[in-house]
């Protein structure tokens, strides 16, 4: 998704990082399941660095580019969990509307303060 239209009019474009009015809402229910995921994906590179096997074959059953460790880490460790996990969220900048995805990826319930709509929240 890379535009969201705001019922003021206002077209929220999505598509870049670290956008001012936007963030990540992750639901309770799925939190714990989101920290087990993380922690569970640590412990296994834990046992991979300890028993020897190192890194390259932890990352080598991840992915077809191993030499890529790091970021594969990152990426296998949090982004994969918080992206299966989270919802975006969105507030327009011009009437201060909030807009949550729903379970239904790309799928948006707006919500509409109820005064000082020209605050931001972020």
Known sequence: MSKLHCRCG?????EEQDLSYAAALV?????NPMADQI???I???AVACKTGTGTAEWTAAKSP???VVEELFRYEVLGKAFLENSREVYQCKRCGRIHIE???PNHFRSFLPESD???SLY
Do not use: G, H, K, M
């Open 102 to 104: 729903t379970a239904e």
């Open 43 to 45: 412990a296994s590179f």
């Open 65 to 67: 580019y191993p030499e």
């Open 39 to 41: 922690f569970a994906q």
């Open 27 to 31: 639901p309770d229910r799925l939190y």
């Open 10 to 14: 206002n077209v929220i474009r999505t």
């Open 117 to 119: 709509a020209s605050s």
